[in-house]
């Protein structure tokens, strides 16, 4: 195939892509939600962001910045009293709003407050949104938001490189055959669900054609399903369906320094009833490792080495242009402060779009 040259040269840097200084705002995982028992109080620092995360009494979960507004001192030192966190250098109390009920020395409390920022439990994770008020609950599947899900934690990782490079792995189509061997054909088609969420879905039938394939074709009957839900460009959730087990791998992903990521898959399997569903699940989940262990490996060195740059687009990279101009589209905030960053003025409105629009001779 060639490139269309007169694309390719219309083509822009992406600002908030890639960008090591940069996310989106949007719903970040923070920790395991069973490394936070009641009463404790850890430092974590997300997305360069110094925080601290408690649970109270009510077993609600709280983050609020680390540093505390008296002196500075830092709040994970400090200790949970009910729902509130206790200052250790001079005892200044705040309740979970962040608000200071007590300073020992004073009669009354001064009229200050403690950053915190929303917080939410789900996929056995504690989530923060990186901004004032949530504009959309923790990442899910469209079609699936009511269904139960058993869940397991799969791998813990760090890449050399942004989220949303790692995250386009999964709709590189040409990869599928030279770096997996997987004799697939995959075409995505694309749907912007809202704002912060594009879906990529395999319109080829990925059990047509080889005799590698012809194994998968005689286990199940229908189409197989692949496709990839993408939450401000930083989770990822793949699902093998409609008929394949219920089966969705989510990657939850953040920047760390310099361009780096963090990451954790999150395997959900539709929840079973009885001895023999939880049984089956479980052996599921094994399997499920031992594949993902195995694609993981064979994208090690993509991860490690690669400095991306897409300068020769050609069709078959589609949905990652795509997913590109999706990214660039949403709110991008800096890293460490959690400021809005400054959105450049476009001369022409579409001169921001990258063009996603490839025609191959
Ligand atoms: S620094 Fe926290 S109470 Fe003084
Ligand atoms: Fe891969």
Redesign the pocket.
């Known amino acids: 195939m060639n490139v269309n040259s007169q694309n390719f040269t219309s083509m822009r840097k992406p600002k908030t892509f890639n960008n090591p200084e940069r996310f989106v705002e949007g719903w970040y995982w923070v920790m395991p939600s069973q490394n936070l028992r009641i009463g404790e109080v850890k430092p974590v620092t997300i997305l360069g962001r110094k925080l601290v995360v408690y649970r109270g009494q009510d077993k609600r979960v709280v983050i609020c910045d680390a540093y ?1 507004p ?4 830092h709040l994970a030192e400090g200790r949970i009293e009910g729902n509130e966190l206790r ?1 250790f ?4 109390k705040f309740d979970n709003q962040g608000i200071c009920v007590e300073i020992p020395c004073l009669d009354e409390p001064l009229p200050i407050k403690l950053k915190t920022w929303p917080t939410n439990e789900g996929y056995g994770m504690i989530w923060i949104w990186t901004g004032e008020t949530p504009q959309q609950p923790l990442p899910f599947i469209p079609d699936l938001q009511q269904q139960q899900f058993d869940i397991t934690f799969g791998f813990h990782f760090v890449k050399n490189c942004h989220p949303n490079v790692v995250l386009i792995n999964a709709i590189d189509a040409q990869h599928f055959n030279t770096v997996h061997k997987l004799p697939l054909e995959v075409i995505f088609d694309k749907e912007e669900y809202n704002h912060n969420v594009i879906i990529f879905t395999n319109i080829t039938d990925i059990r047509r054609g080889h005799s590698f394939t012809k194994l998968i074709r005689s286990l199940f009957k229908h189409p197989i399903n692949y496709s990839i839900c993408y939450w401000y460009g930083s989770t990822g959730i793949v699902s093998l369906g409609p008929d394949f087990l219920g089966l969705h791998m989510m990657f939850a992903l953040r920047l760390l320094e310099s361009g780096k990521t963090e990451g954790q898959t999150i395997f959900m399997l539709k929840k079973r009833s009885h001895l023999f569903g939880r049984l089956f699940n479980q052996l599921i989940f094994w399997v499920t490792k031992l594949v993902g262990e195995h694609f993981i490996q064979d994208d090690e060195k993509v991860f490690r080495t690669i400095r991306f740059d897409l300068k020769t687009p050609i069709k078959a990279d589609q949905a990652i242009m795509q997913f590109i101009n999706h990214i660039e589209q949403q709110k991008p905030l800096l890293w460490s402060t959690w400021n809005l960053a400054r959105r450049e003025v476009e001369p022409q409105a579409t001169q921001n779009q990258w063009r996603d629009d490839l025609t191959n001779d």
């Open positions: 505390c008296h002196m500075g001192a200052c250098f001079h005892h200044w």
